[in-house]
């Protein structure tokens, strides 16, 4: 296979991983919607460490990497329900 050929294969994961990366931010926006509402704070560190737990019995060899990404998407997360929790305020 080409260079090529194999950089149009990521172009198109790209686009399917920001596809979902935006439908878990929107996801992230109910579930600050939420806890706005049910006065929870934004952290739930038990939920995360079971989330990383998940995500890493989920991908074998590759699990430090996605350890490190799923890192980035859960401060994201965070990042992103704090922003709507204090413009709710």
């Not at 080409?2 to 686009?15: A, G, H, P, T, V």
């Not at 737990?53 to 329900?81: C, P, V, W």
């Amino acid at each position: 296979m080409e260079i090529k050929d194999l950089r149009e294969m990521i172009d198109s994961l790209d686009r399917e991983i920001v596809e979902l990366l935006v439908k878990r931010m929107n996801v992230s926006a109910e579930i600050a919607a939420y806890k706005i509402k049910n006065n929870m704070p934004v952290l739930d560190k038990s939920r995360e460490e079971a989330l990383l737990e998940k995500i890493a019995s989920l991908s074998g060899d590759m699990s430090g990497y996605t350890h490190e990404i799923y890192l980035e998407i859960l401060k994201q997360s965070r990042a992103y329900q704090n922003k709507l929790i204090s413009e709710k305020k």
